[in-house]
């Protein structure tokens, strides 16, 4: 490790896996009460279930985005993070206001709109500890070196603070409110967010292939140009059936189209960039974790995505496990295995240890990323029967969800499997082997 203020990003990785945890925890007793519906509903509400689910999801993706910048700002700008005590104090004001999120959400209280539940007073100190964070990393990257990867990777985080300003518009229209509320949903997890796993996978390939910079930047200017062409007006396939104009439509169907065309330029990009360097890393499972995100981000955001987007095929499968097999793959591969490509690879420096517990990591990706294929068929599956009996047929809802209780019970077995790794993963991450203490520091890999 070359600067000491990344040391800052120990506190966002091990909050991010603690999140992480609690987020599959919930994932998996959510998975449970499908197939048990009175198990929890006296104490613990389905909804309020989900909830914490789906935002624990987001929030420690974002912490996991903060401390992959605290990380490799300093490495790419050659200069030491502008102020390490305003990360430390980011980081304990997040966690305290996700804690605080969730308490409201047992207890009722929440905006009850998808993905933006938190109350006005949390959405207020989210967008300080945002301010906070934008000042600490621009400062690092004003006073020091400007890079491709650094660049991207500020403009996306900019726009992830600007664009959750969208979610203080509430208007009572329900048309209206979709409409901005897909402004932070898509805009987020389609546009800018893809920009940060094309930096963060720009960075992992510079140091671990020993590819020139100049060729990886040449790339990733390429993915950042496709991404913005296509995740803008791709917006469109969540306008179809809202109540907008009928050119949504049309734009909907061109542009979701080419939504592929980056997820699949990111792949290519990844095992090129491996094949060129010819380049044996001693950090195996962060290599694997960052192939691994490429592939899993094209089949599940990409081939997954198009599935469903056309508005002929979307007019019936919106809404039904269809849209769930998409949401679990596509969040798994692009930004779930980009946060474990990144920490896999910089915990080993920041601890001042050589890469550890590999093959427990590796087999974590293995059942995990299994685990959570089976689980996208079986949604996939579900999603084609709910959509035929449901949507076609006109059968009645509750008397679909009898027929496709099958799949939900092995929706359960899956998440079970996605625990069981993701254990495997946390361990290898956060516990090193006693032989690892007494190893010396490894040297940091010339770009």
């Given at each position: ?77 050659e200069t030491e993070i502008h102020s390490p005590k305003l990360a430390i104090i980011q980081f304990w004001l997040f966690l305290i206001a996700a804690g605080a999120a969730v308490v409201g959400y047992i207890f009722g209280i929440h905006e009850g709109r998808e993905f933006l539940e938190q109350p006005l007073p949390i959405k207020v100190g989210i967008v300080v500890v945002a301010l906070m964070f934008l000042y600490n990393t621009t400062m690092t990257l ?165 599935m469903h987007t056309l508005s002929s095929i979307n007019y019936y499968t919106h809404g039904t496990q269809v849209t769930a097999a998409h949401g679990h793959l596509a969040f798994y591969g692009a930004y779930v295995m980009l946060n474990l490509a990144i920490f896999t690879y910089a915990l080993p420096y920041l601890r001042g240890r050589e890469p550890y517990n590999q093959q427990l990591n590796m087999w974590g990706f293995w059942i995990t990323t299994s ?77």
């Amino acid at each position: 490790m070359k600067y000491q203020s990344q040391k800052v990003a120990l506190y966002y990785i091990y909050g991010a896996l603690a999140l992480f945890a609690a987020q599959i925890l919930f994932g998996v007793v959510a998975g449970t009460v499908y197939v048990l519906p009175n198990l929890f509903s006296e104490i613990l509400p389905f909804n309020v279930i989900r909830m914490i689910h789906t935002n624990a999801l987001i929030v420690w993706l974002l912490m996991g985005y903060f401390g992959a910048a605290y990380y490799l700002l300093p490495e790419e700008c050659e200069t030491e993070i502008h102020s390490p005590k305003l990360a430390i104090i980011q980081f304990w004001l997040f966690l305290i206001a996700a804690g605080a999120a969730v308490v409201g959400y047992i207890f009722g209280i929440h905006e009850g709109r998808e993905f933006l539940e938190q109350p006005l007073p949390i959405k207020v100190g989210i967008v300080v500890v945002a301010l906070m964070f934008l000042y600490n990393t621009t400062m690092t990257l004003l006073k020091g070196r400007k890079t491709a990867v650094s660049n991207v990777l500020m403009v996306a985080l900019w726009f992830v603070a600007l664009l959750f300003l969208f979610a203080f518009y509430n208007p009572s229209n329900l048309a209206v409110d979709k409409m901005y509320w897909w402004y932070v949903v898509h805009l987020w997890v389609e546009g800018v967010w893809e920009l940060i796993m094309a930096s963060i996978l720009a960075f992992l390939m510079i140091k671990m292939t020993g590819v020139d910079r100049e060729v990886v930047e040449k790339w990733l200017y390429v993915m950042v140009s496709l991404t913005l062409f296509t995740g803008i007006l791709g917006t469109g396939h969540h306008y179809y059936w809202i109540g907008t104009p009928g050119y949504w439509q049309w734009i909907g169907n061109v542009f979701s189209t080419l939504e592929v065309v980056p997820f699949f330029a990111m792949v290519v990009f990844c095992f090129y960039m491996v094949w060129k360097g010819g380049r044996d890393h001693p950090n195996k499972s962060a290599l694997l974790w960052s192939l691994g995100c490429s592939v899993m981000a094209f089949f599940g955001a990409g081939v997954w995505g198009f599935m469903h987007t056309l508005s002929s095929i979307n007019y019936y499968t919106h809404g039904t496990q269809v849209t769930a097999a998409h949401g679990h793959l596509a969040f798994y591969g692009a930004y779930v295995m980009l946060n474990l490509a990144i920490f896999t690879y910089a915990l080993p420096y920041l601890r001042g240890r050589e890469p550890y517990n590999q093959q427990l990591n590796m087999w974590g990706f293995w059942i995990t990323t299994s685990g959570m294929a089976f689980m996208t068929f079986t949604l996939t599956f579900a999603g084609v029967v709910q959509t035929h009996l449901q949507r076609v047929l006109g059968m009645n809802y509750m008397d679909v969800q009898d027929q496709v209780a099958l799949f939900y019970w092995m929706r359960l077995g899956s998440g079970i499997a996605v625990l069981i790794g993701v254990t495997f993963i946390i361990w290898a991450l956060v516990v090193p082997p006693r032989a690892a203490s007494v190893r010396a520091k490894i040297s940091q890999p010339a770009e």
